[in-house]
């Protein structure tokens, strides 16, 4: 069975400084997705950015960077420039490779907080 | 609606009641998941529909829950007999087909038993 896991349970960052959020995974199959979600207190899950498995090249949106260690089952978010409204619950989250169903197993989340 | 929307947004019943939790998914998308999200943890799957057919419901705690999608729209999680234990959020996303496609998520129905 895939298992997430987030060993942060909270972080802190100053505002316009970077922060790096911690997540490794477990799985036996090569073909799956990496997610990084953003809950802020609306509850709405916010996809925040992806990573396919099978691309070597680490997933970039803006701010936000991953630093994907397919080997090490590693998959860390690098906030750059954080703004008071980046402030959130994070989650990791995998899911299985294409045709094996769409859900997703999450981590247990890290609280971001950013001070102005 | 142009998002996934849940209603109600929150709910407070007895313990013992049955309850029902709707989701409106995006109109188009014939994938349907329900989650379910305790206090301070990350979200856990219970159950996805491919169209009207529940094509995973490995997740369901017990047979208290249930969910159905009878036309492959709007779905329905049922919970019989409701314990102070099944208090959470209840979260519903919905995709399209295709390889990577992103799950959208609304904002959830959170429950109380009290």
């Known amino acids: 069975a895939q298992t997430v896991t987030q060993s942060q349970p909270e972080m802190s960052v100053q505002e316009a400084e970077t922060v790096t959020l911690s997540c490794t995974y477990d799985t036996s199959e090569s073909d799956y997705y990496l997610f990084w979600y953003k809950q802020p207190p609306s509850r709405q899950m916010i996809l925040v950015i992806r990573q396919e498995a099978y691309k070597q090249q680490n997933a970039t949106e803006n701010r936000f960077s991953v630093n994907f260690q397919k080997a090490a089952k590693s998959f860390s978010l690098k906030i750059s420039d954080s703004q008071l409204g980046d402030a959130a619950m994070y989650f990791c989250?995998?899911?299985?490779?294409?045709?094996?169903?769409?859900?997703?197993?999450f981590g247990q989340g890290t609280e971001l907080s950013v001070k102005p | 609606g142009a998002g996934v929307s849940q209603t109600p947004s929150n709910k407070v019943t007895e313990k013992g009641k049955y309850v029902e939790l709707r989701c409106d998914p995006i109109?188009?998308?014939?994938?349907l998941y329900w989650y379910r999200q305790s206090l301070g943890q990350g979200p856990e799957f219970l159950i996805y529909?491919?169209?009207?057919?529940?094509?995973?419901d490995s997740g369901l705690p017990n047979d208290r829950f249930f969910a159905v999608r009878p036309e492959g729209s709007v779905s329905t999680l049922k919970i019989q007999r409701t314990e102070r234990g099944d208090s959470a959020v209840y979260l519903c996303?919905?995709?399209?087909?295709?390889?990577?496609?992103?799950?959208?998520f609304g904002q959830g129905t959170r429950l109380t038993v009290v």
């Open positions: 996303a919905s995709s399209a087909r295709g390889r990577g496609v992103e799950a959208f």
């Open positions: 989250a995998y899911r299985r490779g294409y045709n094996q169903g769409g859900k997703l197993i």
């Open positions: 109109s188009g998308h014939t994938a």
């Open positions: 529909f491919q169209g009207t057919g529940a094509a995973d």
